[in-house]
């Protein structure tokens, strides 16, 4: 039987603190989502100023990550070069960029997915959240 590791409430509390902590330095006003390797949703903050529909974007870009292993903008870009058939694909509903998957010892345990700035910044967020981690997101 193999095993692998997995995010526990601690680690969760450590992520959403970073990503908050980046968005308040940067004031981008975000939703804030982590999930794990199945894509179920363990965290949820929607920042002061942010978006309603954040709430909903944020989990979509969190799920998307987990479940494809990899970062939501790769579907972006995918859609973005003509592959539209991605747009129809089941469970994958945040194709944009701003989830990115948590990584330890080579298995994806979870994403974080963030919504309400650019996308880009987005991600910067998620980013900084898997930082507090010590791993490479």
Not at 39 to 50: T, V
Not at 127 to 137: F, K, W
Request: overall charge neutral; aromatic content about 2%.
């Amino acid at each position: 039987m193999k095993t692998k590791p997995c995010l526990v409430l601690d680690d969760v509390k450590r992520i959403a603190a970073a990503s908050e902590a980046e968005a308040l330095a940067n004031r981008w006003a975000v939703s804030i989502a982590i999930v794990d390797d199945g894509g179920h949703l363990l965290w949820l903050q929607r920042l002061d100023g942010a978006a309603p529909i954040s709430a909903q974007i944020a989990p979509g870009k969190a799920r998307t990550a987990a479940l494809g292993r990899r970062e939501s903008r790769v579907y972006e870009e995918m859609i973005n070069q003509g592959r539209v058939s991605f747009l129809s694909a089941p469970g994958l509903e945040g194709l944009l960029e701003g989830g990115v998957p948590i990584v330890a010892e080579g298995q994806c345990i979870g994403a974080v997915g963030v919504s309400g700035v650019k996308s880009t910044e987005d991600a910067q967020i998620a980013r900084a959240g898997i930082a507090a981690l010590g791993l490479a997101g």
